[in-house]
């Protein structure tokens, strides 16, 4: 089966920035989109970024567009998300999902598989 592997998280300044990564195994990696979502204990899931199968579509969420890059790497695997300018209510756990239709989504219900997220936390 799938399994997604989050790396990077760390505690970090506002105004500062800090990149992720998601390693995938056990699937075919090109055939996915990917996303990451984040949680804040007490909320709802919330889409930050989602990217097509082949990199050629990106989409933000309102609140980290301009501030955030999601990028991928289909040799090795790998989908990236920058976070630049980072601000305090971007602290939360931070996970990379994989949609095995290929197409992004915007919301937790449309992907398929989770890694174990990273905790992001931005201090004032």
């Known amino acids: 089966q799938v399994q997604l592997v989050e790396s990077g998280g760390g505690t970090v300044q506002a105004g500062e920035s800090l990149r992720l990564s998601c390693t995938v195994s056990g699937g075919t990696f090109s055939r996915y989109a990917m996303g990451w979502l984040r949680q804040v204990p007490g909320k709802e899931r919330e889409f930050v970024s989602g990217?097509?199968?082949?990199?050629?579509?990106?989409y933000y969420g309102d609140s980290v567009k301009g501030r955030f890059t999601i990028s991928r790497d289909n040799a090795k695997n790998t989908v990236t998300l920058q976070m630049n300018s980072l601000r305090t209510d971007d602290t939360a756990v931070y996970y990379c999902a994989l949609s095995s239709s290929g197409i992004p989504h915007t919301v937790p219900q449309g992907f398929d598989s989770w890694g174990q997220g990273t905790q992001v936390t931005v201090s004032s």
């Open positions: 990217i097509s199968y082949s990199g050629g579509n990106t």
